[in-house]
């Protein structure tokens, strides 16, 4: 056995995270699993060296907007830490991770017990009992909690807890090529942030000047939906190609050659969120769902969705002990 605890909670980006976080702070014992080999999920920041230089690429998320006042709390709290700031170039409400956009996720995930590079891929119940097999690792939990993109949630949950495996089944997300492009010298580019609703680039920004990035100019370049569809299956070297060609197009600017080149693919970048109450827990068979999907497709919606399952499980236990 590799691990016992009271909650197992599958997927740490900030909807797991955060459901991690109200958790333990009553007392409950959590272990988080997450594939990744660090953190971020769809959060995620990566680290390459060119020019002679460590450079960092936020390839996910932008940046994130703290509208509800609890949420705003913890990111002022992120902020006082060193690991968000504003970034006013994306609008008076925006803000990223410093010095990478995973950094508040790592922050979170510091405190907690969380299994980096750990998949979870069989669920089974016996008795009170969850056990979670995870290649040759096995864990055993009273209750468990998936906090995985809606496509990967229903595969897990499907044949032990089929209403939660319909309900996450039911959304679709689109997908999104991100190109991650280094260069020896500025682009003839003012603005630091080019978002779009037509075309197929559907943003890009200027990642060197995000606040506490140093180093070369770096651009992180988004495809829209349909572009990313239309590219979905091709070698990530010509879709940078390909991408880094249709941004030049967009903005105008006369196209220069990268010194860096890369290409990431997210299958299910952005969902079409379920709204509701934001969360679902199934209080007889002792499992929950969290993510963006069931609040709103954002950086926000999931913490607020964490926050959410975190509280159904809370709730249930004041009701089963009352
Ligand atoms: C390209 C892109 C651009 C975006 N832009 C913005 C933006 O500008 N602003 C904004 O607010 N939001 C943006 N988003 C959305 C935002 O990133 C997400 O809404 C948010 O990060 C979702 O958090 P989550 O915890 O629900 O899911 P995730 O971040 O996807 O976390 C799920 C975690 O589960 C793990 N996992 C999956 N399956 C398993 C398994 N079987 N076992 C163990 N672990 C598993 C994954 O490794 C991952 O860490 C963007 C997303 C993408 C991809």
């Known amino acids: 056995m590799d691990g016992h605890c009271d909650i197992l909670i599958i997927g740490g980006g900030m909807a797991g995270l955060s459901a991690a976080t109200a958790l333990e702070a009553v007392g409950q014992r959590i272990i988080v699993l997450d594939k990744g080999r660090g953190p971020g999920g769809r959060m995620a920041a990566r680290r390459v ?8 690429f936020d390839h996910g998320a932008q940046y994130f907007t703290a509208r509800d006042p609890a949420f705003r709390e913890a990111v002022l709290a992120w902020e006082a830490a060193g690991v968000a700031a504003p970034w006013p170039a994306a609008g008076d409400d925006a803000w990223v991770g410093t010095p990478g956009m995973n950094a508040c996720v790592k922050a979170m995930a510091e405190p907690l017990d969380v299994r980096w590079g ?11 009992v969850w056990r979670i097999g995870a290649g040759d690792q096995s864990f055993t939990a009273a209750t468990v909690l ?12 499907a044949g032990v ?6 309900l996450a089944g039911s959304v679709a997300s689109a997908p999104c090529w991100a190109v991650m492009a280094g260069f020896d010298a500025p682009l003839p ?8 609703d037509t075309g197929p680039i559907s943003w890009a920004a200027r990642n060197s000047a995000k606040p506490g990035r140093r180093g070369v100019e770096t651009w992180v370049i988004h495809a829209s939906p349909a572009r990313s569809r239309e590219l979905i299956d091709l070698p990530k070297e010509e879709v940078a190609q390909t991408l880094l060609a249709d941004f030049f197009a967009a903005t105008g600017a006369a ?9 990431h693919r997210w299958l299910y970048a952005l969902p ?34 964490g926050r959410a399952l975190a509280q159904a499980v809370l709730q249930e236990r004041v009701a089963s002990t009352s």
């Open 146 to 157: 998936v906090a995985v993109p809606a496509e990967q949630a229903a595969v897990l949950l």
């Open 189 to 196: 580019i003012a603005p630091d942030t080019y978002p779009s």
């Open 255 to 263: 196209p220069e050659s990268p010194q860096h080149l890369d290409a």
């Open 272 to 305: 079409q969120a379920l709204g509701g109450e934001g969360a679902r827990f199934d209080a007889a068979l002792r499992i929950g769902i969290a993510g963006d999907y069931l609040h709103s497709p954002r950086v926000e919606g999931a913490w607020l969705s």
């Open 49 to 56: 060296e060119f020019g002679g230089a460590q450079v960092g």
């Open 118 to 128: 750990v998949r979870a891929e069989r669920l089974e119940r016996t008795g009170a």
């Open 161 to 166: 807890a089929p209403d939660l495996a319909d």
